[in-house]
């Protein structure tokens, strides 16, 4: 807010009264040239040693009540430390009641001003209230309790009173009564109900950083893998989403909520597997317990309260505005993680969210943020009070709706408000100053303008640590409803705008340099794109596409969540570990590699052999393709069915027109024609007998039918002749019986040979077609 929302000094009054109330104190100090370090005071201890009132360390642990009543005891304790080199003697510690802060910038001015001022830090409260610590050696520490009714504080109006607890005590080289240290904070006092309260809603985050990997078991039930474990210790009982349920289930809030957080929570509450650090390994998760038990107490905190619902994965809007708008695809991702948001609440918690808001990083909004922020169909934006800035005169804090144009909505959360629990809560003496310091800041903001009822809203850290839920839920039980009442988120943004509030969303260099170093790089969002396209032409194979969509899908929405912000390694090697094992599965099914191959005769068959290694089946087309048709064509492409873990060979009909080398190519591709696969080569040598051959064979044929016509002709010519012969010889023989002469010294006739077998060259006959080739 702007400086000029402070309360204005109208009358004299109230200083008139703290003067009354410090005179005293003026008047008896005779020494307060003692009491005051002098410039030319010499050092009382070593170099780097604290010196004066800063010597001796004090914090507060405790102070209750946060907001006391008058018919209360006011309870303090905490501890000293002696930081200096020398030893306090005659200590004591006691509490002081300082002047009443004048607006929230004085309480600002307050909580960072350190060491001792005389008037300005009140009179103690001594005698009996105050305790006595004797001797503090150097580098010793005491603890302190101090009780006071309220009534011996003297406050009087309604407001925030500076409350000090200091030590008094002297050393050897400063031998009397001086402060050594002190600690300030704030005491919120309302003697007298306001005249309107203002309406508070807080915003209660159950968000975390994303656990589970797109990674699933090859079982049949698909058990999800996890990053880590470390989930199982936020659910566990003392851990951080333990306690932000168990302490939000009582208080007035509104609860946000990241669906990715309940889907991961809900995988939890089944078999899981939890990768080991080198992601080459898995052990079972052992968080089923738990996890159940956070949910079933989750379910009965949000009854009755009111549930928003951030895109699934709580992507970062600034990022996606500054860097990723531009990618195509990007801004789909928003819409989907949107649309998932809702289901994904209704299902696992069984009440509906409002999906309508938009949370940015910190905040922080400009005009490309909020046009990205609205696109998915979210109106409302919750910024911050220190990036959409008041520019005008207001002289109080505004209502934290106002409109911005486009049918649009801004909650403007306070941002010292929002901001108040961000430090080290683990320490006592940091929570209990964080909380005071919240309850003085809001009641501040009712004192403003006391007649005015206005709305405020508080938008934490994303995700507290358990020691900030705890400081949380303190302030806000402080409360107590004295000068606030609750309002849910849904209430605030239908609240009266303020007209002179700011409604001019920031220009883009507006933004925080800051918070744009830790946005995600145009390159994140090319990589979503990359594995967004992988995954698209992988799920079109599949048979059981749901298995891999889901887990995929939330792996890319999980790439570009905002607790990626000042991660940026872990992020890249995230969004490389998706690309890459769905890079690996696409590559399970795949073609087997062929070695060159001989085809022999004019038709042959090529056979090409798919695998799918995954464990669901798949269709696809396998094309061949040679590289030069006119000497080799092959057939139409085919469609491959495999099931899971199975190979199936294709076969492709062949047509040869010429022998010699050819090329020939074979692609996977998905139904819809998309490549899947790289081509695989391989050479095929053909030997087809060629026209000049079958010619040269035909007229060998028609040789030997002429040779065997001929030979039958002579045998028959000389069959013909051989029967006379044998008439007449046989006369021959008959007369030489007579004559008396031996037959055998008859003439006979020379016998013609046979005619020699044609034994010309014999060719085989063409392969017939359908003929395996090896390969």
Known sequence: MADAADLRETT??????????????????????????????????????????????????????????????????????????????????????????????????????????????????????????????????????????????????????QLGVSLSGQTRSRPWQQVLGIKRTFLPWQSSAPAKKSQLTYLWPLISTPHMTSRTDADEDRTPIFRDDRLKAELAPGGRLQQMVSLGKNLPITWVIDPDLLATVDAMTREYEVQNRHGDGTTAGSGQAVAKRWLNDLQKAVQGHQVVALPFSDPDLASLAHHGK?????????????????????????????????????????????DVATSAGAHNVIARSDSLRETGS???????????????????????????????????DNSTLAIQRFLAQSQMINLQSPDRQRSIVVAPQRIPTTSQAQAMAAALDGLSGQWTQPMNLG???????????????????????????????????????????????????????????????????????????????????????VQGYLEGLTKKVRLIPKTDMTLSGRSATIPVTVQNNLVQGVQLRLILRSQQGNRLAV?????????????????????????????????????????????????????????????????????????????????????????????????????????????????????????????????????????????
């Open 12 to 161: 004299s009054s109230r200083a008139r009264r703290w003067l009354r109330r410090t005179g005293a104190l003026l008047a008896a100090a005779p020494v307060l040239a003692g009491v005051l370090q002098a410039p030319g005071a010499p050092a009382a201890h070593a170099a780097g040693k604290p010196t004066g009132s800063r010597s001796v360390d004090v914090d507060i642990t405790s102070l209750t009540p946060t907001a006391p009543a008058k018919s209360d005891t006011l309870t303090v304790s905490g501890t000293v430390t002696n930081d200096s080199g020398s030893t306090v003697s005659g200590a004591h510690v006691g509490l002081r009641v300082g002047p009443t802060m004048e607006g929230r910038n004085a309480i600002d001015s307050v909580s960072r001003r350190t060491g001792y001022q005389q008037g300005a830090d009140g009179t103690e409260i001594g005698g009996k209230y105050a305790e006595k610590i004797g001797k503090l050696g150097a580098g010793v520490s005491r603890d302190f309790t101090l009780s006071i009714p309220v009534n011996e504080l003297h406050l009087g109006e309604n407001g925030v009173y």
């Open 326 to 370: 531009n990618v195509p695809g990007a801004l789909s991702h928003l819409r989907d993680a949107t649309e998932l948001a809702s289901t994904t609440v209704e299902t696992v918690l069984g009440v509906k969210p409002r999906t309508d808001f938009a949370w940015p990083a910190d905040g922080a909004v400009d005009s490309s943020i909020v």
């Open 394 to 428: 207001l002289s109080y804090t505004p209502t934290a709706a106002r409109q911005i144009g486009g049918g649009n909505t801004a909650v403007v959360a306070d941002a010292r408000l929002s901001t108040a629990f961000t430090g080290d809560m683990s320490k006592a």
């Open 491 to 577: 209430q605030a943004v239908k609240a009266k705008p303020d007209p002179n509030a700011t409604q001019r969303v920031p220009s883009t260099r507006a933004y925080p340099a800051s918070l744009r170093r830790q946005e995600l790089p145009t390159q994140a969002f090319e990589d979503v794109r990359k594995t967004q396209g992988t995954l698209d032409r992988f799920v079109t194979i599949l048979t059981a596409k749901y298995h891999v969509v889901s887990p995929f899908g939330n792996a890319i929405r999980r790439e570009m969540s905002t607790s990626w912000r000042g991660d940026a390694r872990g992020a890249t090697h995230f969004r490389e570990g």
């Open 635 to 775: 057939s139409e492409p085919q469609v491959v069915n495999v099931e899971g873990g199975h190979s199936q060979s294709v076969k492709f009909g062949t047509t040869a027109n010429a022998n010699g080398p050819v090329w020939v190519s074979a692609r996977l591709v998905t139904p819809d024609g998309q490549p899947y696969s790289g081509e695989m080569a391989f050479e095929v040598n053909v030997t087809e007998i060629t026209s000049t051959v079958i010619l040269v064979i035909a007229g060998g044929v028609l040789l030997l039918v002429l040779a065997g016509i001929r030979i039958y002709l002579q045998r028959k010519r000389t069959a013909t002749a051989d029967g006379g012969d044998e008439d007449a010889q046989e006369n021959e023989v008959k007369d030489a019986e007579t004559d008396g002469d031996d037959p055998a010294s008859a003439l006979v006739p020379e016998q013609p040979s046979d005619p020699a077998p044609d034994t010309g060259s014999q060719s085989a006959g063409a392969s017939g077609a359908g003929e395996k080739v090896d390969h």
